[in-house]
């Protein structure tokens, strides 16, 4: 029972995965199985033209079929006018050839149904995945679930499911046909279909492991391809060009090696197979002559049977192909399932929308991320309405953690304290109405590749070229995109690679600030830009934002200068806080990074 519940799921997803396009795979079907019944109605018609129509031989067709051959004069007139059933072939094969067009038509029309289906499901599930799952899964691996993945699925449910109604149709009708012509004949062709099919299974899970082996090392290969382009700029840097390229060498060779390995397998469960197969023709062609030498069988019925045989051998030898595509589509479907079976962020059913202004309090928080040390210890603070709240610390001390907490990217799991905005804790806040409010230039700007207006007008769709143009003077962007020779149409590469870390930033802030949320957060946003650049940003926020609770997170001391509160971090841990004048008098770590900063280059060299 276990065995089967994972490929009941399986089915489940496909299933759902079929909304809109159910219809047309039925009409497919049917189409299917219409070529499949021509196919079964050309070897009669020969059959009667060479047994009854030329040679004379008693007719052994159902009434309903005499009929027919007598409307048109029986089979005495037909064998003078053999015309007439080559007619009546090419008239079976025009209906074939119209039902074979509607299969491909509604066939291919219901598998890009289905693909697009696939996609809008998953890219949707995506963004809707906590940020703590796309930190743990490599985006090439992702993006090869959702092309190579849904590919192989699709061609799976469009080549084989739809064609297993057709296979069934064959099989069945042309076993009753060939133990009507002759049982014993019969029993010989399906002697070696077991073999077959017990080789056909036995390969089964050797082909799945395979294929899962391959798709997991595929995966891996793009998200290092993806990663190498987009880091191009550091690879050149530090030129380690050579390093990275026999790093995707090695790992290319491993992929090849899987695929090629996957090859031998596959290379000897087709030769096998088509042994298995040969021998099976061989043995009907063989005692087929030997029972028509004995009167046992016509010769009408011999070749009759050598067409169904064919029709009969031919699903069989599919067989491996369907295993080995169910093998790959299995796979697949489970690759696909882990992303629709992530948990999505789901506010709770009390959720509500308050108002955003009020006091920000962390009390007692402490976080630690999966797996690693505690981040987070104890931190308890207050932040009042309107104010603005420097954050300093070193590295790895937890300032961006908080940050990501504030803003739900991550969950605070219950009993590790609270984090409330206007006495309301935000685990009973609706993220959208959350995020909606609070703005966030995170520490790592990211730009997509679009034009400069499309990038700082992301939050919005109502915004006015006027709106843009304020916010970005505002960031002191406004000058140097005039600067540029299309202005704020010009084209941002990928993850604005063709700007500066200082305009990078400024854009950053620019569209942050298009939001107009009543609480602002400058997570270390202002490090690439100059303390002359910094302070004019500084300034233009203080008189255009003045009533709203703005969190500066720096290294920078002058940046916090202007901070009604402070707060600094060591380890996780708050070890003071206090106004910017009573931490430079206090003794501590504040005054140090104070009083270094603060030095001119000759003491420093000192």
């Known amino acids: 029972m276990q065995k089967k519940e994972p490929e009941v799921r399986k089915f489940r997803l496909i299933w759902q995965f079929l909304k809109g396009s159910k219809g047309l795979f039925v009409l497919s079907m049917l189409m299917a199985a219409v070529t499949a019944l021509s196919d079964m109605i050309t070897p009669q018609i020969i059959l009667a033209a060479v047994d009854n129509a030329i040679g004379k031989k008693p007719s052994t067709f159902g009434p309903w079929v005499m009929k027919i051959v007598d409307s048109v004069g029986g089979f005495e007139y037909l064998g003078r006018n053999l015309w007439i059933m080559a007619l009546a072939v090419l008239a079976v094969a025009l209906v074939k050839v119209l039902s ?68 069934m149709i064959l099989v069945i009708f042309s076993m009753i046909f060939m133990f009507g012509m002759h049982a014993g004949l019969t029993l010989i062709a399906l002697a070696p279909m077991p073999v077959i099919v017990w080789y056909s299974f036995r390969f089964h899970n050797k082909i799945g492991t395979g294929f899962k082996e391959c798709d997991e090392s595929e995966g891996r290969l793009s998200a290092m391809a993806q990663e190498n382009l987009t880091g191009v700029r550091v690879v050149r840097a530090f030129g380690r060009e050579r390093y990275e390229k026999d790093r995707f060498e090695k790992h290319n060779e491993e992929y090849t ?35 028509c030498l004995n009167d046992q069988m016509t010769e009408g019925n011999y070749i009759a049977f050598i067409s169904y045989n064919s029709m009969l051998i031919w699903p069989i030898r599919q067989l491996g192909r369907m295993i080995s595509d169910m093998s790959k589509a299995g796979v697949a479907v489970d690759r696909i399932g882990y992303i629709i079976g992530s948990e999505t962020e789901e506010d709770a059913s009390d959720a509500i929308e308050c108002d955003m202004t009020g006091d920000i309090e962390f009390k007692h928080v402490n976080f630690a991320y999966d797996g690693c040390p505690q981040m987070l210890k104890d931190i308890s603070f207050t932040m009042k309405s309107g104010t603005t709240l420097g954050i300093l610390g070193g590295t790895g001390s937890g300032k961006s953690t ?16 609270t984090i409330s ?36 007008s992301i939050t919005d769709d109502a915004l006015t070229l006027t709106d843009i143009r304020e916010a970005a003077r505002a960031a002191c962007l406004d000058e140097t995109i005039e600067g540029f020779t ?3 149409e010009t084209f941002v590469g990928e993850r604005g690679v063709t700007l500066s870390g200082g305009q990078k930033q400024r854009a950053a802030i620019a ?21 002359e650049t910094d302070a004019k940003i500084r300034k233009a926020l203080e008189a255009r934002f003045g009533s709203a609770s703005i969190i500066l997170i720096s290294h920078r001391i002058t940046t916090l200068s202007k901070a009604d509160q402070i707060i600094v971090l060591d380890k996780g841990k708050i070890v003071e806080m206090g106004s910017p004048e009573q931490l430079e008098k206090a003794g501590g770590l504040y005054q140090k990074i104070y009083e270094i900063q603060s030095l001119s280059k000759e003491e420093v060299d000192a």
Not at 105 to 130: G, Q
Not at 261 to 282: C, E, N, Y
Not at 437 to 450: A, K, M, T
Not at 511 to 531: C, E, G, Y
């Open 100 to 167: 074979q067009y509607g299969f491909l038509l509604a066939n291919t029309r219901a598998s890009e149904t289905l693909t697009k289906t696939m996609r809008d499901t998953l890219y949707t599930h995506i963004e809707k995945l906590p940020f703590s799952w796309h930190m743990k899964n490599h985006t090439g691996d992702i993006i090869q679930r959702c092309t190579s993945d849904i590919d192989t699925t699709r061609n799976f449910v469009a080549g084989q499911m739809t064609g297993l109604f057709r296979i």
């Open 257 to 291: 090696g899987l695929w090629v390995r996957l090859g031998k397998v596959m290379s000897r469960f087709w030769a096998t197979s088509d042994i298995l197969s040969g021998v099976q023709i061989m043995l009907v062609v063989i005692f087929g002559v030997v029972f």
């Open 402 to 417: 908080m940050m990501l907490l504030l803003d739900r990217l991550y969950d605070l799991p219950e009993g590790n304290g």
């Open 421 to 456: 905005i206007g006495g309301v804790d935000i685990r009973k806040i609706k993220r959208e109405h959350l995020r909606k409010h609070i703005g966030i230039v995170l520490q790592e700007p990211f730009l997509f590749s679009r034009t400069l207006q499309e990038n700082l």
């Open 486 to 488: 299309k202005g704020y």
């Open 511 to 531: 569209r942050m600030l298009t939001q107009h949320t009543p609480i602002m957060i400058f997570d270390d946003s202002l490090s690439a830009v100059d303390a």
